[in-house]
């Protein structure tokens, strides 16, 4: 298994967590890392661009390191 992959941000749910989809249409939310700031404010910015998080699939629970 890789140790990160990417998948569609499509919100964020109350608790803060990326809600992400996979490329099977599965939808399942993800924690973010401590130094990762992400919030609504950035996933409104610019709606025409899709963004991807990259997620660290060797921590438990998996954790959004990045956000392209």
Do not use: H
């Amino acid at each position: 298994m890789a140790k990160e992959i990417n998948q569609l941000i499509i919100g964020i749910s109350r608790e803060g967590d990326i809600i992400v989809k996979s490329a099977r249409g599965r939808m399942y939310s993800v924690k973010k890392a401590a130094d990762l700031k992400f919030g609504c404010e950035d996933l409104l910015k610019d709606t025409e661009k899709e963004l991807y998080a990259t997620i660290d699939t060797e921590s438990q629970p998996w954790e959004c390191i990045a956000i392209e």
